[in-house]
């Protein structure tokens, strides 16, 4: 009898895997938020495909983001397909369903996102008080036109309210060719003593995307007892400056400029001192092979002394710890 060829076989098979292995000579950079991984074919690094796209044997779906090739609009060769969540890892918040990664604002106060059925929430806007060595007596004002509450400060010895120059701006947004600018705190400098890494989340660019700036930051030296520099009768030092203006220097590459930096001092008792006003600068750094680079640095202005330190290092240990302040403008 006449049997039909199988449809397996009425179809060429695209060979998307290809052996030996033929790799670019340099890995592949990939936007913030996408993965680098491991290609299907198992040779190549290689960005992972996003929700949408589409996908092969060896263009492979973001799995950290719970997505998987979907090829069921390519039957019966299943060939291509499209990068797809998968079902059943949504969450479900005030009577909403969102998907797995999806982001999400349940109010103008939190940005939330839903990963394989929790959701995680970071704050928006700092809810903490100013520290009071700096403020007296602290209040929290409603703006017009704005989410979050700003901080003024009362000064009752002139028995006035003085204009909101003192306000802290909980958040930083401003129109950027229709796109609404935000950027978060800095994070607590990476170590407590010595040279360390603070990272902060802004979408200020041209293509309006979020991604990670950091900027370098010294606390403190590690190599000076900061202590001996302790008045006699007092237990803590806000703040500790070397005599003379020094240069920076990373691997070997040296700052064009000389600095004198203001440092966070150090306390005899339970106290920790931590930076509460400070900006960021652009310092310069010239190489010896003749080239050179720019590096943002956390440049410290006033320090406080406090007894509810957290370790500065644990950056989780409350959401709302005193680094959550944004930086104080003069």
Known sequence: GFFPPSTA??????QYCRWPCECPQETPKCLPGVSLLMDGCDCCKACARQVGEVCNEADTCDYHKGLYCDYSSDMPRYEKGVCAYMVGTGC???GVIYRNGQSFRPSCKYQCVCVNGAIGCVSVCTEHQPPRVWCQSPRRVKVRGQCCEQW??????RGRKTAPRHAVEAETRSW???????TTS???CSKTCGRGLSLRVSNANDQCEMVKESRLCNLRPCEVDISKSIKPGKKCLNIYREDLPSNFSISGCVSKKQYR????GVCTDERCCIPYKSKTIDVEFQCPNGSG????MLWVQACFCNLSCKNPNDIFAELESYYGYPEVMN
Do not use: G, L
């Open 9 to 14: 076989d009425t179809y060429n098979r695209t």
């Open 92 to 94: 479900e918040h005030d």
């Open 152 to 157: 003024i400060c009362d000064e009752p010895r």
């Open 176 to 182: 950027h060719k229709n796109c609404i600018s935000q």
């Open 186 to 188: 800095w994070s607590p």
């Open 261 to 264: 930096p203001k440092f966070c």
């Open 293 to 296: 680079f720019t590096w943002k």
